[in-house]
């Protein structure tokens, strides 16, 4: 299982895609943070998280050490993925190095995008299509690092 973060959830639920979670890994964890922040006010993509609550996306509770630099939130889902040893998948890079720094795997979204198309569960047009609305949904990524997703979408 895997755990998922506030910012993977909105984007993918701003494009119509939060499927692509529960057809991956099957079902996936939050923090009740984490749900406050996706469905507390009514967003782009919020009544499709809310409507898979409890079907497979899991709110557990988890108690966050402190962490210099990190919100609560976020040192609960690093937490969360320890405990278990999941997978964490975020687009923050504070996230992404304390989880490094403890031994817990992390996934960008865009590796999971890529995951995708390696299973199969996606096509390339399906890949470029998701990454080009991921970006015009708001999520952040330079040129260099867009312009090396589309190169490792070529090699699939």
């Given at each position: 299982m895997a755990v998922v973060d506030s910012s993977v959830l909105i984007h993918l639920a701003r494009?119509?895609?939060?499927?692509?979670?529960?057809?991956?890994f099957g079902k996936v964890k939050i923090t009740p943070s984490v749900l406050k922040e996706t469905t507390?006010?009514?967003?782009i993509g919020s009544a499709e998280i809310k409507k898979s609550i409890s079907k497979w996306i899991i709110v557990e509770s988890v108690k966050g050490e402190d962490i210099e630099g990190l919100e609560k939130a976020d040192t609960e889902?690093?937490?969360?993925?320890?405990?278990?040893r999941d997978l964490l998948i975020t687009n923050d890079l504070a996230i992404i190095s304390v989880c490094r720094s403890k031994g817990i795997k992390t996934m960008?979204?865009?590796?999971?995008?890529?995951?995708?198309?390696?299973?199969?569960?996606?096509?390339k047009k399906e890949a470029r299509k998701i990454l080009q609305d991921l970006v015009n949904s708001g999520l952040r990524l330079s040129i260099e690092v867009y312009?090396?997703?589309?190169?490792?979408?070529?090699?699939?």
């Open positions: 494009i119509g895609r939060l499927e692509l979670l529960r057809r991956y507390e006010e009514e967003k889902l690093i937490s969360l993925a320890g405990k278990n960008w979204i865009t590796t999971f995008i890529l995951a995708l198309l390696k299973k199969r569960y996606i096509t312009a090396a997703i589309e190169k490792e979408i070529e090699r699939y």
